[in-house]
């Protein structure tokens, strides 16, 4: 699959800002609609300099209104008061959203954000965000209206494999740019930054927190931020194995997470001597990854640990990182989602590969699904993934990421 994006149509009119229309499950303080429409309505700080949005959101649609969890959640929503504040009109559709209000593409660009809500689970443990229909009825607009405009949709494309390609293909056949992802790739580092571009590896490990599938999303796109850095690119999985419980424990104590690694890793979080005990009592889950090129990756999810590591290995070079994510309410990460989702809309084109969160999607599937059949069979149960030949290269060049460090004590 070539990672080359298609050209955007030229929009029919010239504002001052490019126009957004914001396709959104819920809105309740501190859900990713809030830390990211919040910075487009009111600005945010980025670097410790004031920005002002470059896009204006002019419509939006909100599927869950109230409480979002049906009463079972004491978050609510906070949507409907702040568009209405800010002369926003809501929608009750998609299609009407991008028309704003008549038939037709009215916007510049769709920004999908299809997290969190009150969303059935299936028995894999995966939460059935509707991003697939949420964009399907994008696509379906302008398709009706014979007009194509870049859109965005937050963390992986899709829980299932097969919508995650067809949504991938389906933009990429009718000409739409696409762009997915999530903000911790952008996080601010310590220790070694990234790996360095062309250098071979072999092995590499993530540590951080879970869930397994609402942070599994987030852990495998970092992982694939330092691994499609290496020689050779992305070249695509083969097979992924999902362990939890019992059986991610007995993995790690004999090691069939790489030892070495995930010791690297874990020294980068300055854990102090009971927490890291602790580890041994908590949920764990931990995927094992096996890319086409013999690249083997693990990603290691500990249960409260609020913390991230990278550790990688190669012939020649090796590598240990710390990444740090603030903290609500600031929640600064997201000011550099939100520059590059900017950058995008304007450009047209990709911060980083849409093939990377195609990756990240069809792989976090797999490994849910192998983390309940291991548990079932009581062995581990790899799953093979023949529909992952999926092979990108990226250099980070269009990347608007961290520096340095935010406040300490707000940084975990």
């Known amino acids: 699959m070539s990672s080359t994006p298609p050209t955007t149509a030229e929009s029919t009119a010239a504002p001052t800002k490019l126009r957004v229309a914001a396709i959104l499950t819920t809105y309740f303080r501190g859900s990713h609609s809030d830390v990211v429409i919040g910075r487009l309505l009111d600005g945010y700080l980025l670097e410790g300099q004031r920005r002002e949005p470059e896009i204006e959101v002019v419509s939006a649609y909100l599927e869950l209104l109230g409480d979002p969890y049906g009463g079972e959640d004491p978050r609510h929503d906070i949507g409907v008061d702040l568009f209405d504040q800010a002369g926003i009109p809501l929608f009750d559709s998609v299609a009407e959203a991008i028309g704003l209000g008549q038939p037709g593409v009215a916007v510049d660009a769709v920004l999908v954000i299809g997290e969190h809500g009150g969303y059935e689970e299936n028995i894999y443990g995966q939460r059935l965000y509707p991003r697939k229909r949420l964009v399907d009825a994008a696509l379906s607009t302008m398709w009706g209206a014979g007009r194509f405009v870049p859109m965005f949709t937050d963390k992986q494309l899709a829980w299932r494999t097969r919508d995650a390609i067809r949504m991938y293909e389906d933009c990429r056949r009718l000409g739409v740019p696409l762009m997915a992802g999530s903000s911790i790739p952008l996080c601010w580092r310590t220790g070694d930054q990234t790996w360095p571009a ?53 993995a790690l104590a004999e090691g069939r997470v790489d030892p070495s690694l995930y010791r690297q890793a874990l020294d980068m979080l300055d854990l102090q001597p009971e927490d890291e005990a602790r580890l041994s009592d908590v949920g764990l889950d931990i995927f094992e990854v096996h890319h086409r090129d013999g690249l083997r990756t693990w990603t290691v999810i500990h249960e409260g640990l609020n913390r991230f590591g990278v550790a990688a290995r190669g012939p020649q070079t090796s590598t240990a990182t710390r990444v740090w994510a603030q903290r609500g309410p600031a929640f600064g990460h997201f000011s550099y989602l939100v520059r590059n989702i900017e950058q995008f809309f304007i450009t ?65």
């Open 198 to 250: 062309g250098h071979t590896m072999d092995a590499a490990v993530v540590v951080g927190f879970g869930g397994a599938d609402i942070y599994g999303t987030h852990l495998l796109e970092l992982s694939q931020s330092f691994t499609e850095r290496r020689a050779g690119g992305e070249s695509g999985v083969e097979r992924v194995l999902g362990l939890t419980g019992a059986q991610a424990h007995t």
């Open 348 to 412: 047209g084109e990709p911060r980083w590969p849409t093939e990377r969160v195609l990756l990240v999607s069809g792989v976090l599937d797999a490994a849910m699904r192998s983390r309940h059949a291991s548990k079932i069979e009581g062995v581990p149960v790899p799953v093979s993934t023949p529909e992952l030949d999926v092979s990108y290269q990226n250099d980070d060049v269009n990347v608007i990421d961290a520096h340095g460090l935010p406040v300490i004590e707000d940084a975990e």
